[in-house]
C-alpha cells in the first residue's frame, strides 16, 4: 500500500505562515506531478496547489501570491508554504500524487489540520 506522509499542520493566527510537507516513496514521486487539496466538512476536496514533474505549478486563485508548492526531487518529498494565512484557508489538506500509466493513478496522504484563528 502505497503511503504520503504529511506532516506540518497545526493552529495558526490570522496573518501567520505554516509549511506543510509530504513524503512519498521514490518510485512514486519521481513519476508523478504532485498536488495539494483541502477540504472542509460538508464540501468537496478542491485543488490548491499542483506542482508538475518539470517544476510547472499552478494554484487556486484564492491562494496565489500567498502559498507556494515546491517539490525535493532528492528526498521525494513536496512542500506547501502558506502565508498570510487567514481563517478562510482553515481545512484539512490532503497531499496528492498523480500519474498516469493507461489509466490515472492517485494516491492521497492522511490528511493535515490546519486551523487560522485567534
Do not use: H
Not at 478542491?46 to 502559498?67: C, E
Request: glycine residues 10%; positive net charge.
Amino acid at each position: 500500500q502505497v503511503q504520503l506522509v504529511e506532516s506540518g499542520g497545526g493552529l495558526v493566527q490570522p496573518g501567520g505562515s505554516l509549511r506543510l510537507s509530504c513524503a512519498a516513496p521514490e518510485n512514486i514521486f519521481r513519476m508523478s506531478a504532485m498536488g495539494w487539496y483541502r477540504q472542509v466538512p460538508g464540501k468537496e476536496r478542491d485543488l490548491v496547489a499542483r506542482i508538475t514533474r518539470d517544476g510547472t505549478t499552478n494554484y487556486a486563485d484564492s491562494v496565489k501570491g500567498r502559498f507556494t508548492i515546491s517539490r525535493d526531487n532528492a528526498t521525494n518529498t513536496v512542500y506547501l508554504q502558506m502565508n498570510s494565512l487567514n481563517p478562510e484557508d482553515t481545512a484539512v489538506y490532503y497531499c496528492n500524487a498523480q500519474f498516469r500509466v493507461l489509466r490515472t493513478y492517485d494516491y492521497w496522504g492522511q490528511g493535515s489540520q490546519v486551523t487560522v484563528s485567534s
